[in-house]
């Protein structure tokens, strides 16, 4: 099912090209949102770009992506810096900007090895039925969330209630999968870290004007780990703690199948209301 | 109390001098942790900095600081760039290195025009007696933890236990307060979102090689809203989700006595055990 002569539309839309310090990509109209590219495949391309640096070592486990401005339509420059490394761990800067005006996008990442250790999971699991018996999501043909399988078993996107009536829980609980299915890595990992449908839409209950500003996703395992897993679809949490003076925040786990926590992600975000 | 014509060794701590794009700073004993100065006022450093920028625009968003290296004793640049700015926010970036070499401290921070909106908080404020009906933590007599009150209800530190009996709750509830109570701003703040016992001692029941390697904090109000409510202590909780191939994450709420969610951040930290 994942082993199509094709390239992934994931792996197309998050193509980087050459580079050393400065690298190229380009916006994808299957990854489009609002008014921009869809924030999780701008992230997801700024890590490609790392992990094909040739000085890249260890593996992901911070990434910070602050989303500047809006990314036209169209080519983008990456310029990446290793800020500083030692022995066990890099910190890289990367800037994404079009036409060489301010940038748009300004990212840092850390990559650490991975030393095995005491390993302890204090996180539980949320209860969940499995992937194939929960429903698929019908409403995901709009942009970027036409390329993602989203299962809600808590939580669904309905926007039809009065907002007088709200607020509205601001949380959910849902399998997440690349519509055509697609073995998970960090870059897909980094990506669905920001899939969520806004938390103010929740609450609300209506569509507002919203947009991510700030995304920091920590990876919890390593690539080795996660290829093990061999799995195309995780189980997703999100919530908000505080909607307050044009922005909420919004934080997230992202659960193997297995029950493994694979990621925690957290976000601020702009909304209008 | 906070009266006096003295300078509070927070403020101390966290002095910046000149500077447009280039500031400088130097570390403090008062603050000083295991190789390097606290984490939290570094970050508030950075953000003094900023705020003291001639260019500053809005309030205090959302900052990541990334924990390079450790800083050294004695003094430090700070090379403030604004990346980019539009009519309600500002990205900013800095990085702070001592002697021209590499960054030990690479942060970013979003400044935002904090409109009124629609204000909702899910979050609920924990349960907790009143600050002053809770005693001191008497065991913080070493390094920065000294600058700090810390009033346990719930996971104080107490590392005496045989780490073979645990793991141990990694769930923290505390009043924090500085020492010498000074009134609570947005760098304090920030201070005090990285002012936690780490997790992982507290998982184990003992102390082991550990460093914060980033931080992300969140700030819910705005500076109005913050001085308005003229404190000096927070109630603090602090969590973690998971431990694994030497880094585990930090989760953390930071309360006002009204019942206001100030601030959260979130941390990934390395630990050797």
């Known amino acids: 099912m994942t082993d199509t002569p094709q390239l992934h539309l994931f792996d197309e839309a998050t193509r980087v090209t050459a580079g050393d ?15 921009g590219p869809f924030g999780g495949v701008t992230a997801a391309t700024v890590l490609r770009a790392l992990i094909q640096h040739p000085q890249i070592q260890g593996d992901p486990l911070a990434v910070t992506v602050n989303y500047c401005a809006p990314i036209a339509e169209g080519p983008f420059d990456l310029d990446v810096r290793l800020v500083k490394a030692n022995r066990s761990s890099q910190h890289w800067l990367v800037e994404l900007s079009q036409g060489g005006t301010d940038p748009a996008t300004l990212a840092t990442a850390v990559f650490a090895e991975r030393r095995p250790s005491w390993s302890h999971q204090p996180a539980p699991m949320p ?26 078993v808590d939580g669904p996107p309905d926007y039809g209630a009065s907002a007088t009536a709200g607020p509205f829980s601001s949380y959910s609980r849902l399998w997440l999968s690349d519509r055509k299915p697609r073995k998970l890595d960090c870059l897909s990992l980094l990506s669905m870290s920001d899939a969520f449908f806004p938390r103010v839409f929740q609450a609300r209950s209506e569509v507002v004007p919203f947009g991510t500003v ?25 919530d908000a703690k505080l909607f307050n003076r044009s922005y909420h925040d919004q934080n997230s786990e992202l659960w193997s199948p297995s029950g493994k926590l694979l990621a925690t992600t957290t976000q601020i975000a702009y909304f209008k209301a």
């Open 21 to 35: 310090s400065r690298w190229q990509g380009r916006t994808s109209p299957d990854y489009w949102a609002f008014v």
């Open 127 to 152: 209860d969940t039925p499995p992937f194939d018996q929960v429903k698929r999501h019908p409403n995901t043909h709009v942009g970027w969330t036409k390329q993602y399988d989203f299962r809600f």
């Open 214 to 238: 700030s995304l920091t996703t920590y990876f919890h395992v390593s690539r080795e780990e996660l290829a093990t897993e061999n799995i195309t679809h995780v189980l997703a949490t999100a």
